[in-house]
């Protein structure tokens, strides 16, 4: 079978001990800097391309990837303790993964964070040797319109995220996606909503507003009163998972698998939908809903492994199409440029060491990330006994590092403090950050992809429902609406949907 | 007491002598700001020139992403800067003679209100169109976008950005400036939707659409420059395939703020020149599909008529986009 030689190839590439040493720098540096909240993997790999014009272009993709996807490993480890997602795929981690460390089952969160994670890079590699060069076809297959309705479905699912009143929870994301409107419009160049203030010209950043929200807020809360603060005193309790906690894991990872590892081939960034969609589903089908917020061990399973099959999934029409659907992997597309592979449809029979070698080590790395983060979750543990007087200035001043690398924009840390004295006002009258920052997300997207579909219809909405994909979508969508807003249909609203 | 002032008095002898041997520019590490997001073209082309460039001057050259407002931002923080040499920035096209007619409220001026370097590379432009487009020539393709000028999309990777400002000359040279423009956020999706077939053609820098068109998953019309590319060498120039008039090139090169002393921007020209005799630094750029800079391109004169002769070319057609 050609998989065999390939993989066998990819394998003989990966194994070389300058790569296994490449890839374990990677995916060690990607956990340090998705566990420092703000510091994400875009400004890393950038900082870090220059090191790498030393090395073949091979064993640098790799070190690249390795940071990438150890990112979104260490990512959850932040959200989980001190409840600051660093990326917008570790939001949803946040709701049950902080509720766990705070009932002192931090290690329990952590340790099925990573073994989720490791069972769905292991699933997503496999697949993207498997069926990677069929599936690019996937992505061609969502042109603007089917992709508004993808966005359409997930704002839906935003609904189900909320903790508390729906009412409050719809108007967090309309909030969202009216803040994702502030900047240049994209299509005449007209600035909205900047007030005349060059910063604001781009828009707002995502670490910026997560940061604020939820990093800076949570300080505030946490400093107003220090006995009740989460993190210390908490018992810390088993560090590792027992075997009742994996069974009940295990349906949701292979859902979660399955959810991001398709959402994650899809161009613009499908990856995000992820983990919103895997702690939907999970939600939805759970025989008791009203754990979820408060700590259930599957809105942590789903979605952790969702995040990460995505992750590598995204891969897919990079290598096989040379498109890159993400920012990160744009920068990917940069760093193989620099090495001489112009990346394009042919880099899998022109270059096969540098597709499969690839593979081969996102295996590995996978491997070793579990290595490194299983041991890590005592030290992770223990770091929460820290007392809050080093703790909280350590975080903040890790924050802002984070946010000054992300534009190199002095003003940006500014607009963090401010979001996190509106974040903590949100706290205070008891409305959800999670549902704003996903129809932030999506806005973006929601937008922009509408407008292009119907610039290209010449103005017909019936583009929507035309498309046999979009129409679909949207049917899903429509669906989950009804079943949220209509208590009469369903006897199970109130346990879905108030706690 | 005495220890301490005979300390600091040798402590002040040797700053003042690392002071005198510290005349010659650089001291200290030189920043290039580049203003779009890493592993762009212009970040690329950026990061290649200033490994070289380091060497040369003996303090490194470190690039910093300043992205925003199609790279205005960066720019105007460059050119803004004290001149002392310690900030330049690389700019393209876009940022350097369209962005006067492109951005009404631009905060610089780049024909008198900065300090141009050299030119670092040109890079063209293909017009490119999804594989099952009807037209199988540019003639054909001028003769079907003229008669189905309502019908037709065109592709471009936002306003300012070098696709939409090489196809807004384009569209106004045929004399179809209101074709319906769909506007993506890079050229990442937007050629995503190009292979799809969701989008009829657009125009791009060869480096980005080059792997496509080998491929056979979009066809490529002509390419904008005067030569074929080695690149892509089945591909006719515009001049070839009859529409001699459209030739425009995607240009990347070093400016930095008004006011530069002679010896720091000699400094630069020179090490700018070295980087690109140097057979390492030639190669990685001609894999790219730059065109290196003639002599007279690479001196701050060179460059700056560049950069005015382009902005006359594009002024008219930019201004009276629709935006």
Redesign the interface.
């Known amino acids: 079978m050609d998989m065999i030689a390939n993989l066998t190839l990819g394998f003989g590439v990966a194994l070389s001990l300058q790569n296994l040493a490449l890839c374990f720098a990677g995916c060690f540096i990607g956990t340090l800097i998705g566990v420092l909240p703000g510091v994400g993997p875009i400004a890393t790999i950038a900082i870090l391309l220059p090191i790498t014009f030393g090395v073949d272009p091979v064993g640098a993709l790799i070190m690249l990837a390795g940071i990438y996807y150890g990112a979104q490993y260490g990512g959850s480890t932040t959200a989980i303790l001190v409840n600051i997602p660093g990326e917008a795929t570790s939001v949803v981690t946040t709701l049950d993964g902080h509720q766990m460390a705070k009932q002192g089952r931090a290690g329990v969160a952590l340790g099925i964070a990573a073994l989720g994670s490791f069972f769905a890079g292991c699933v997503a590699t496999l697949f993207i040797a498997a069926l990677g060069a069929p599936l690019t076809k996937l992505a061609l297959l969502f042109g603007p319109a089917e992709y508004f309705s993808l966005m359409v479905m997930g704002l839906c699912f935003a609904v189900v995220l909320a903790r508390g009143s729906i009412l409050k929870a719809f108007c967090m994301i309309m909030l969202g996606l009216l803040l994702s409107t502030v900047g240049t419009d994209l299509e005449t160049g007209q600035e909205r909503l900047t007030f005349g203030f060059p910063p604001l010209s781009d828009g707002i950043d995502f670490a910026v507003l997560a940061m604020g929200v939820f990093g800076f807020a949570e300080v505030l809360r946490n400093l107003e009163n220090p006995e009740a603060r989460d993190v210390v005193k908490a018992k810390i309790g088993r560090l590792l998972p027992d075997w009742s906690e994996i069974k009940q894991s295990i349906n949701p990872v292979l859902r979660g698998t399955f959810i991001g590892g398709i959402l994650g081939i899809l161009p613009g960034n499908g990856a995000v939908l992820g983990p919103f969609a895997s702690y939907t589903l999970e939600k939805k089908i759970a025989k008791d809903p009203s754990r979820f917020g408060r700590g259930a061990i599957e809105g942590v399973a789903g979605p952790e492994s969702a995040n990460n099959a995505g992750a590598q999934t995204a891969f897919i029409p990079l290598l096989t199409l040379g498109i890159p659907p993400n920012a990160v992997m744009a920068l990917m597309v940069g760093a193989m440029t620099i090495h001489g592979i112009i990346p394009g449809p042919q880099v899998m029979t022109k270059n096969p060491e540098l597709f499969w070698g690839m593979i081969a080590s996102m295996w590995i790395g996978n491997l070793m990330l579990v290595i490194i983060n299983l041991p890590l979750v005592g030290v992770w543990v223990k770091l929460l006994q820290v007392p809050y007087r080093l703790m909280f200035p350590a975080i903040l001043i890790f924050c802002c590092i984070g946010i000054y690398s992300v534009n190199n924009q002095p003003v940006d840390v500014a607009f963090t403090a401010m979001f996190g004295l509106f974040g903590y006002l949100l706290i205070k009258l008891g409305f959800e950050p999670a549902p704003m920052l996903l129809g932030f997300v999506l806005g973006k997207l929601l937008e922009e992809k509408m407008r292009q579909a119907l610039i290209i219809s010449r103005g017909s909405f019936m583009t929507f429902i035309e498309r046999p994909i979009s129409a679909g979508l949207l049917i899903v969508a429509v669906v989950v609406l009804v079943i949220a807003l209509l208590p009469s249909i369903s006897k199970k609203r109130e346990e879905v949907f108030v706690e | 007491m005495r220890k301490l002032t005979l300390g600091l008095a040798a402590a002040i002898t040797i700053a003042f002598a690392g002071g005198v041997q510290a005349q010659t520019y650089p001291t200290r590490p030189v920043t290039m700001i580049v203003p779009f997001?890493?592993?762009?073209p212009t970040?690329?082309i950026a990061?290649?020139v200033a490994?070289h460039m380091s060497k040369t001057l003996g303090q490194q050259v470190v690039?910093?992403?300043?992205?925003?407002?199609g790279g205005t931002?960066g720019i105007t923080r460059a050119v803004t800067a004290v001149p002392d040499g310690y900030t330049i920035a690389m700019g393209h096209l876009g940022t350097f003679s369209a962005a006067p007619a492109?951005?009404p409220g631009l905060k610089y001026d780049p024909i008198n209100g900065m300090q141009a370097i050299g030119l670092a590379g040109g890079t063209p432009i293909l017009i490119v169109a999804r594989k099952n487009f009807e037209p199988k020539d540019l003639k054909a393709f001028v003769t079907y976008v003229k008669a189905n000028s309502e019908k037709v999309?065109e592709a471009h990777a936002?306003?300012?950005s070098v696709s939409w400002t090489t196809c807004t000359l384009l569209k106004a040279q045929l004399g179809v400036p209101k074709i319906?423009?769909?506007?993506?956020?890079?050229t990442?999706?937007a050629?995503?939707?190009l292979?799809?077939g969701?989008?009829d053609f657009m125009c791009d820098q060869i480096?980005s659409v080059?792997?496509?068109v080998?491929?056979g998953?979009i066809k490529a019309y002509a390419i904008a420059s005067k030569q074929r590319s080695p690149a892509l060498p089945d591909v006719p120039t515009t001049a070839e395939a009859g529409l001699p008039e459209y030739q425009i090139e995607a240009w990347n090169g070093i400016a930095g703020p008004k006011g530069l002393p002679k010896d720091v921007v000699d400094r630069l020209v020179a090490a700018l020149d070295k980087a690109l005799n140097d057979e390492g630094t030639k190669k990685?750029l001609l894999?790219?599909g730059t065109v290196l800079p003639t002599a007279e391109e690479r001196t701050p004169a060179g460059f700056a008529a560049l950069i005015k002769r382009d902005a006359d070319k594009l002024s008219p057609a930019l201004s009276a986009a629709p935006?």
């Open positions: 997001a890493a592993g762009g970040d690329i990061r290649i490994d690039i910093e992403n300043v992205a925003g407002a931002t492109t951005y999309n936002g306003l300012g319906n423009a769909v506007a993506y956020r890079g990442g999706p050629l995503n939707d292979v799809s969701q989008i480096v080059a792997e496509q080998k491929a998953n990685r894999e790219l935006k």
